[in-house]
């Protein structure tokens, strides 16, 4: 009896131990989920507003006028650009956005990944490990972007990504990320990155703009910086999603160490009681003895 009193001792302190260490990162997680939401709070509105006014004037213009940007090819190679994170214990959000990524090029993609021609660029350690171990083509350039996460870092990506698919490395790139909503919510998104899809509007009159400077000199400006702003905004998409996952899932092991320690609690007073009984029942067994 005394060896499972121990037991559940032994049992009790490592789960206390344990629940002290998720408590910790529940608190580390949500103080940097509030950075990381202000950040793409405010980063949102602004890169959705790009991407609009982008796709308008794309559907504005005809023939080539992007620098090959805008350019729809027959897709026979492909990138798929995918945010996950560099540590683990966050839920199932990484797992999620590699099933996306896997389930992307199956439903997509099957024929173009037989050949060859399907590219993963993961952004993240997590998608990289996983990449490499199931046999999947991967460039491993800029796999540690979150080890320093700011705009030049993921700018070198998008410079590769816009350079590739000109000079026709690639014909169609994709991006797999997690778009913020809460903290307990994350949408796992596959976008269209390049070429440049077009507003999908009937109304030409939204389409009728002004130009200064020239079309040409104007679009030629604005595309390289909107499509950098685009990849920032799912990095920083991705970033706070992963934050919230593990503030979420820390929350939810504590919740589960205390329901754990709770029930060992009885189960070492119930051990305990009976332990007394039974030195009691042998004592009086023995006076019993010694009376008669």
Known sequence: ???????VRLRIKSVGTTQQITKAMKMVSAAKLRRAQDAI????????????????????????????LNVERPVEKVLIILVTS?????GAFNTNLIKLAKSTIREKYQSQ????NVTILPLGKKGLENMVRTGYPVNEDFWNI??????????????????????KQFDRVDLIYSRFKNAATQE??????????KAKTNSKSNLDFIFEPSKEVLI??????????????????????EHGARMTAMDKATENAEEMLRSLRISYNRARQAAITTELTEIVSGAAALEG
Do not use: W
Request: proline share 3%; net charge negative.
């Open 146 to 167: 979150f080890s320093n996460l700011n705009f030049d870092s993921v700018k070198a990506v998008a410079e590769y990504v816009r350079t590739a698919f000109v000079n």
């Open 113 to 116: 990944y037989e050949k060859g």
């Open 220 to 241: 030629s400006e604005l595309m390289p910086k909107i499509l950098n702003t685009q990849i920032f905004k799912g990095v920083l998409d991705s970033n706070a999603s």
């Open 188 to 197: 796992f998104v596959c976008e269209q990155h390049l070429p440049i899809a």
């Open 86 to 90: 560099d540590r683990g214990l966050c």
């Open 1 to 7: 009896m005394s060896g499972q009193l121990k037991e």
């Open 41 to 68: 709070t405010q980063m949102r509105p602004y890169a959705e507003k790009l991407q609009e006014m982008l796709s308008n004037i794309i559907a504005s213009v005809d023939g080539n006028i992007g620098g090959g």
